[in-house]
């Protein structure tokens, strides 16, 4: 009875991963990459690269893009407010059928260049949970149910799990150095890989379980906004109306949560008589941030209403939300997440490589295509994303701002390079399955470094610059791990090149 529920788990690992591996792959991928989305952000957008002063702004830099979205009869209005990850401000609205974002120095209030990309926040983020389709959200979360899966099975299946923790021999065959590195990561990672993906499953209750929100309130969200978070809102007149001081509705907001600082502030219709600003207080220092917002009059900047705490299931979820998007200040378990996000990446790898490994030869014999499709799989979505994210940021360091291809700007074509180039490495795999890691992994080595070195010819900002000014660490921690992703790349080709000579003298 035991091996045969062994046997089944077995099955079910070997297949869930097989079948949606790739998809896991990216999605660990533009996970782990966004935990330093802001960072990606500042090496994407020279711009931005600003020094935070303790000089006080002014929030009232913010009313001509607010003026500007209520010309427009935008739907909203929202603003982001400086801090240490991010010290430009943003605001952002919609016109007609397309998005604006308004970059602003918060010490003169000028406003910056548009970026001309999407960067980490706009694009790798957001590809980290829903692939930027339109099934994107139910795709991911049937990844999240398979990983879970995995997870289980894969300590059931290896019985002897921890101790082949302690297990690890490079000087075996690739077969058994592959296996052992899996297990290790597998170990190593377990707790975080589990909750990391339980967690991304509940952020999103409200798209995977919509019916009983509908059920509860008869098909009222507001009704559910208003009683589970909250949310103060009220109809709108339809005549036009002034806006008060940002700067006294700020310093409201301030004195109400004893001095700490917003993070942002939102306004549903802008330019309406009957608008109202919510103000959000910062709570850098919370795991699952501040559910403090206060409700001003836009009109007057009266004081409507102040939300300081959730219902307690909700705020057991946003405080499970909290530890997977480790917004909070705390540098140490930032890169804690990167290195076990990493290991879930090369745990899935592994996993392809082992199956691969153990079948190849088999498969070969007996005439079956299975391991050539899986291997072309393998590489396109290990390799190959990575190739296709180093092409997303050499592509935004060579292309000049206000670049337009066929009718597209600059940020819609950093895109279609990262997708093209995406489709062109699965391509390559299939056409040269002999060669294709070796190349692909050259290619990698490739573009690290180039992206490395256009960042300094576009901007000045080399590593010894970028170390020597505070403001531009996160630039430099961004070289760094490219010129670690170029050198890994190069040991793997030698590593590649090694046993291919190995294996000829064999």
């Not at 702004?57 to 607010?66: C, H, K, M, Q, T």
């Not at 401000?89 to 918060?106: F, K």
């Not at 009059?297 to 405080?319: K, N």
């Amino acid at each position: 009875m035991e091996t045969s529920f062994r046997t089944s788990m077995d099955w079910l690992h070997t297949w869930a991963g097989i079948i949606l591996g790739g998809l896991l792959f990216a999605i660990f991928w533009m996970g782990t990459l966004s935990v330093f989305d802001r960072e990606i952000d500042r090496w994407m957008m020279p711009m931005t690269r600003l020094a935070m002063t303790d000089k006080t702004f002014s929030v009232e830099a913010l009313r001509p893009s607010y003026e500007a979205a209520a010309a427009a009869k935008a739907p909203s209005w929202f603003a982001i407010l400086p801090t240490e990850r991010e010290p430009a401000i943003q605001a952002m609205w919609r016109e007609s059928s397309r998005s604006v974002l308004r970059l602003i120095d918060p010490e003169t209030g000028a406003a910056l260049p548009d970026s001309g990309t999407w960067a980490g926040t706009g694009f790798l983020y957001p590809f980290h949970y829903m692939l930027h389709v339109k099934l994107g959200y139910w795709a991911v979360g049937v990844a999240a149910m398979a990983m879970l899966a995995l997870c289980v099975s894969g300590v059931v299946i290896h019985r002897k799990v921890f101790t082949d923790f302690f297990t690890f021999r490079v000087d075996r065959q690739p077969r058994r150095l592959i296996l052992d590195l899996h297990n290790v990561t597998g170990v190593l990672g377990l707790p975080f890989h589990f909750a990391i993906t339980l967690s991304g499953v509940v952020i999103f209750y409200a798209v995977y379980f919509p019916g009983t929100i509908d059920f509860a309130y008869h098909c009222e969200p507001r009704a559910f906004a208003r009683e589970a978070y909250g949310v103060y809102q009220r109809p709108t007149v339809g005549t036009p109306g002034e806006l008060a001081s940002l700067d006294a509705m700020t310093a409201h907001a301030r004195r109400l949560w004893d001095g700490e600082t917003q993070r942002y502030l939102f306004v549903r219709n802008p330019g309406d008589a009957a608008a109202v600003v919510q103000v959000a207080r910062h709570g850098a220092h919370r795991v699952s941030g501040s559910n403090d917002v206060a409700y001003f009059d836009a009109s007057t900047g009266a004081l409507l209403h102040q939300r300081a705490a959730l219902q307690p299931i909700l705020g057991a979820q946003r405080f499970i939300a909290g530890l997977h998007l480790i917004q909070f200040r705390h540098w140490s378990l930032r890169w804690i997440y990167f290195g076990l996000g990493l290991t879930g990446c090369v745990l899935i790898a592994t996993g392809y490589f082992f199956w691969l490994e153990s079948r190849k030869k088999r498969h070969e014999r007996l005439g079956r295509r299975g391991v050539r499709l899986v291997e072309g799989l393998t590489v396109g979505s290990v390799s190959g994303i990575v190739i296709a994210t180093l092409a997303f940021f050499v592509a935004n360091r060579m292309l000049p701002l206000g670049t337009t291809v066929l009718g597209e700007d600059r940020a819609a074509v950093e895109i279609w390079i990262f997708y093209l180039v995406w489709l062109a490495a699965f391509a390559h795999a299939w056409l040269r399955p002999g060669r294709a890691w070796i190349e692909q992994c050259e290619a990698i080595a490739a573009l690290a470094a180039a992206a490395v070195a256009l960042n300094w010819i576009t901007t000045g900002d080399h590593l010894a610059r970028s170390f020597a000014h505070r403001h531009l660490w996160s630039v430099a921690g961004m070289d760094v791990l490219l010129l670690l992703c170029a050198v890994v790349a190069s040991a793997i080709v030698m590593r590649l090149h090694r046993n291919r000579l190995v294996h000829a003298l064999l």
